[in-house]
C-alpha cells in the first residue's frame, strides 16, 4: 500500500484532506462488519500508533473549511499554512497561551478567527480581541461575518451601542469582542463588564502586543491592565498575542507576562521578510522638492497607497498641494472626525483615492491586501515602527514599491514629540503624595494644580501608577492605595536609551550602503536576515530624484504661503483657587482674547521649517529677520481681507486695529521687540508699548507645564503700565497683540485679560509660532 493510501497527510503528497466524520469503536474489541475504507484507513492509522494524529487532522481539515468561509472561498483551496496551523493547534487542541511574532500580512488574523470558530463549536464562550486598532476592528468585524462569526467592538468611536453590546455578549450572541485597551482602564468596565468577561471568555486575543512592553516602541500602559485579566482567566483558557515587531528583548518580555497565572507561554517566532516589497530611499534637498517629487512620481507607483507624514501640518500641506495638482488624495490624521476617516478608508479600499496622506494615526491597523505603495515626507524616528507602517503595502500582491524621503527638520520633529519619558521620581513622589494627602479621589485637572506635568503625560504616569499598584483609578479620579512603591531609575533611563538607539539606527537605516531589509530585519532580531536582492541597495536606485522646476516653483510657493488659526482660550482650567489664583468657569466675553494668526506651525514643513531655528532655544536672540517680518505682514494683510472689516475702506472700519502691542520676552526681547514695531511701522499703526513683568523671572519659560500651573505662573506675570494704559484709553478700539510663539495659549489669554481690563478693546494675537 502506497503512503498516499493512508490518510492524506498533507506533508507526505500535499494533498487537501477530505472531510471527515469521527469513528467509535463499539467496546474494546468491537467486530465491524464490511468496514469503509475511510474506517479502514483510520484502523490502519490506529494500528501504527498515530490516532492521536488522526484527531489532527480531523481539526485540520474543519480548520480549513472555516479558513476557506473567511477569505470568501467557501468549498474553495484555501488552507492554513503550516506555522498558522501549528499556532490554532496550540490554541484549540493545548489550550496553551502563545505568543506569535509574525511579519505583517502573515495571517494572525486568520489565526484567531479560525480558533474561534472552532472553539466556539466545542462549547467555548467568546473570544475576547484587545487592540488599539480602530481601522482593524472595522475590518475584522466585516471578515468575521463572512464566516459566520458575529463580531462586536467596544471602542471610544462607539458608545451609544455599548449597552446593546454587553447585552449581547451576555446571551451569548456575540462570538467575538473587540475591545481597545482603553476600555480595560475604564472604571465601569474594569469593575463590572471586565470580570464577567474574564469568567466567561473563551479565548484572549492581545493584538499588536509589543505594546504591552514598556521595551518596545508603542508602549501603551492601559495595555498592563491585561495582566489582570490573564490571572482572572478560567483555568484551560487559551489566550494568543499577537506582533510583528518585537524584537528579542521586547518577545521576552511580553512572554513573561503572558504566562501571568497560567504557565510558560508558548513563542513561535517566523522570518520576518516581505518579498513583496522594494525599499528604497530618495534624499532631496528640502521639504519642497520633496513635495514637488510626490507630485510628480505619484502616478507612477502602483495602485493605490499611503503617504506618511509625521505631524498633522505636513500632512495636510502635502493633501492640500496634491489636490492642486489634480490628484485624488485625502487626509488621514488626529484632527480627521472619524465620520471622515470612515470614508477615507472605504475611498482607499475601493481605489477612489489615489492616496491617503496620513499620521501615524492610520497606524497598524488598515488592512488592504493589494495596497501598492508606502511613501514617507519624512523619517520615523524608530525603524521597528516604520517596518511596522511599510508593512501595510504588498499584503496580497507581488510587488510593491516602499520608499523614504528623509528630510532635514525629521530630528527636530523627533526632539519636539520626545517629551514622552517617565517623569522624574520627585514629580511622581509628588503626585503620590497629593493622592495620599486628599484622602478622596482626585480628577487629573485636580492633580494639576499640585503637580507640574502636561496632562497627557500625567495621565500616562498614572496609568503606570495604576498597573504597579501603587494608585487606583475609582469614581471621581484616582485614590491612593497605600502600597509601597519603587521608582525603577535604571529601567526608565534604559528605555530613554533605547530610544535615542532607535534614532540612530534611523539615521543608520537612511545612510546605509547595505541591504536594507536586512537592516529592518536585524533591528528586530530576526536570525534569519539576508540580502533581499530588491531594495535600491542591493539591486540599484530605481527612483528617479528628479523633479521639473515648474513643479518645485508650485511646491515652495505652496510652502512658502504664511498664516494659519490661533484659537483663543474661552475657559480657564479647573482647580485655580486652589493655587490661589482666584479665576475660574468661563472668561468673561469682556475679557477674552479673539482669535488670531500665526505665521505657522513649528511642526510643519513650510514655515515650521524657517521657523524652528528662529525659536530653537540655543538660538541667538537677534532683529525679526526681514522675510519673516514680510511674511508677517503678509498674513495681516490677507487676515484684514478675510474679516472685511480691517481695510480702512472697509464695511466696519472701527474693527481695524488701532496700535500695536509687545509681549515682553525675557529670552528674545530683540526678536519680539522688532516684530511689534515693524509690524506697527509697515501697517502705519502707531505702537503703544508693552506690557511689563511683574512676575517670577521663570514665568514665561513655564511653556511645557501643564495648564492650571502655567496660568499660576502667568497670573501675577504682567502688569499694564500708566502709560499704556492711557495708549489704550486713547487708542479706542482693537488693539495687535504680538508674540514670538504660543503653544498653551496662556500667555496671551493672560495679556489680553489686563489688557481689556486696562480699558483696551478687541485683543488680536499676532505671533510667529504655534506648536501645533
Known amino acids: 500500500m502506497a503512503a498516499s493510501d493512508l490518510y492524506p497527510y498533507p506533508w507526505i503528497h500535499g494533498r487537501t484532506p477530505e472531510p471527515t466524520v469521527p469513528v467509535r469503536l463499539a467496546g474494546p474489541v ?56 501549528q499556532a490554532v493547534a496550540a490554541l484549540v487542541r493545548e489550550r496553551r497561551r502563545a505568543l506569535v511574532v509574525q511579519r505583517t500580512g502573515w495571517g494572525k488574523s486568520a489565526v484567531y478567527f479560525v480558533a474561534t470558530a472552532l472553539l466556539r463549536r466545542r462549547g467555548s464562550g467568546p473570544t475576547v480581541i484587545v487592540s488599539p486598532l480602530l481601522a482593524l476592528m472595522r475590518n475584522q468585524v466585516e471578515a468575521a461575518a463572512r464566516a459566520g462569526i458575529r463580531a462586536r467592538t467596544i471602542n471610544s468611536a462607539n458608545p451609544e451601542e455599548w449597552d446593546t453590546v454587553y447585552d449581547e455578549v451576555e ?22 463588564v471586565l470580570p464577567k468577561l474574564a469568567s466567561t471568555t473563551g479565548l484572549l486575543v492581545v493584538d499588536e502586543a509589543h505594546c504591552i512592553s514598556d521595551w518596545g516602541h508603542d508602549f501603551r500602559p492601559d495595555y498592563r491592565r491585561l495582566r489582570a485579566m490573564l490571572a482572572e482567566l478560567a483555568p484551560g483558557v487559551p489566550v494568543l498575542a499577537t506582533t510583528a515587531t518585537a524584537n528579542a528583548r521586547v518577545t521576552a518580555d511580553v512572554a513573561e507576562q503572558l504566562g501571568t497565572g497560567g504557565g510558560e507561554a508558548l513563542v513561535l517566532r517566523g522570518p520576518l521578510d516581505r518579498e513583496s516589497l522594494r525599499l528604497g530611499v530618495v534624499r532631496l534637498p528640502d521639504a519642497a522638492h520633496r513635495l514637488a517629487w510626490l507630485a510628480e512620481h505619484l502616478d507612477e507607483l502602483p495602485g493605490s497607497g499611503i503617504v506618511y507624514a509625521l505631524t498633522v501640518a505636513a500632512a495636510e500641506e502635502a493633501t492640500a498641494f496634491l489636490r492642486q495638482r489634480g490628484f485624488e488624495v485625502a487626509s488621514y490624521t488626529g484632527r480627521t472626525e472619524n465620520a471622515d476617516r470612515l470614508q477615507a478608508e472605504a475611498d482607499l479600499q475601493e481605489n477612489r483615492v489615489k492616496a491617503l496622506v496620513a499620521t501615524s494615526a492610520l497606524g497598524m491597523g488598515f488592512d488592504k491586501p493589494d495596497l501598492g505603495f508606502v511613501i514617507h515626507l519624512g523619517s520615523p524616528s ?19 514599491d516602499v520608499l523614504l524621503l528623509p528630510g532635514k527638520e525629521d530630528e527636530a520633529i523627533w526632539r519636539y514629540f520626545a517629551d514622552t519619558a517617565f517623569p522624574p521620581e520627585p514629580q511622581v513622589r509628588q503626585t503620590l503624595a497629593a493622592l495620599a494627602e486628599a484622602g478622596r479621589p482626585l480628577s487629573v485637572p485636580a492633580l494639576e494644580t499640585a503637580v507640574d506635568l502636561r496632562r497627557s503625560r500625567l495621565e500616562t504616569m498614572l496609568k503606570v501608577l495604576d498597573v504597579d499598584g501603587a494608585v487606583k483609578r475609582v469614581k471621581g479620579g484616582w485614590t491612593s492605595t497605600g502600597a509601597a512603591w519603587v521608582y525603577d531609575a535604571e529601567r526608565y533611563a534604559w528605555v530613554a536609551r533605547q530610544r535615542a538607539a532607535e534614532q540612530q539606527a534611523m539615521r543608520d537605516y537612511v545612510s546605509t550602503s547595505g541591504c536594507r531589509m536586512e537592516f529592518l530585519r536585524r533591528q528586530l532580531d530576526d536570525e534569519g536576515a539576508k540580502p533581499c536582492g530588491r531594495c535600491d541597495n542591493c539591486a540599484g536606485p530605481w527612483a528617479d530624484p528628479t523633479v521639473s522646476p515648474e513643479t518645485l516653483t508650485g511646491a515652495t510657493r505652496e510652502l512658502d504661503r504664511p498664516g494659519v488659526e490661533v484659537e483663543p482660550r474661552r475657559m480657564w482650567p479647573t482647580g485655580l483657587p486652589a493655587l490661589g489664583v482666584e479665576l475660574k468657569g468661563r472668561i468673561p466675553a469682556k475679557e477674552q482674547c479673539g482669535a488670531g494668526r500665526a505665521l505657522g506651525r513649528l511642526s510643519d514643513i513650510g514655515w515650521g521649517n524657517r521657523l524652528r531655528p528662529l525659536l530653537a532655544e540655543n538660538a541667538p536672540d537677534q532683529p525679526v529677520p526681514d522675510d519673516v517680518l514680510k511674511a508677517a505682514v503678509a498674513v495681516l494683510a490677507d487676515w484684514a481681507r478675510s474679516a472685511e472689516g480691517w481695510a480702512t475702506n472697509g464695511p466696519d472700519a472701527s474693527a481695524r486695529p488701532v496700535g500695536v502691542v509687545a509681549v515682553p520676552s525675557l529670552s528674545r526681547p530683540r526678536l519680539v521687540g522688532s516684530l511689534a514695531e515693524g509690524i506697527a511701522t509697515v501697517g502705519r499703526l502707531p505702537f503703544l508699548g508693552a506690557l511689563t513683568y511683574t512676575g517670577p523671572g521663570g514665568a514665561h519659560a513655564a511653556r511645557r507645564s501643564n495648564s492650571a500651573q502655567r496660568v499660576r505662573a502667568l497670573a501675577g506675570a504682567f502688569a499694564v503700565s500708566e502709560e499704556l494704559s492711557e495708549a489704550l484709553a486713547a487708542s479706542a478700539g482693537p488693539v495687535l497683540l504680538v508674540d514670538d510663539f504660543t503653544d498653551s495659549g496662556w500667555t496671551l489669554a493672560v495679556a489680553a485679560r489686563l489688557l481689556r481690563r486696562a480699558g483696551g478693546g478687541e485683543v488680536l494675537p499676532l505671533v510667529l509660532a504655534t506648536a501645533g
Request: aromatic share 6%; charged share 25%.
Open 382 to 400: 524608530s525603524p521597528i515602527a516604520y517596518y511596522q507602517q511599510v508593512g501595510r503595502a504588498g499584503r496580497g500582491v507581488a510587488h510593491a
Open 30 to 85: 468491537g467486530p465491524i462488519a464490511r468496514p469503509s475504507s475511510r474506517c479502514v484507513k483510520w484502523l490502519i492509522v490506529s494500528a501504527i500508533g498515530l490516532h492521536g494524529d488522526m484527531d489532527d487532522l480531523e481539526l485540520r481539515t474543519e480548520a480549513d473549511a472555516i479558513l476557506a468561509e473567511l477569505v470568501g472561498a467557501p468549498g474553495g483551496a484555501a488552507r492554513l499554512r503550516e506555522d498558522q496551523w
Open 171 to 192: 446571551r451569548g450572541e456575540t462570538d467575538v469582542l473587540l475591545v481597545s485597551p482603553e476600555r480595560l482602564n475604564s472604571v465601569d468596565f474594569r469593575d463590572q
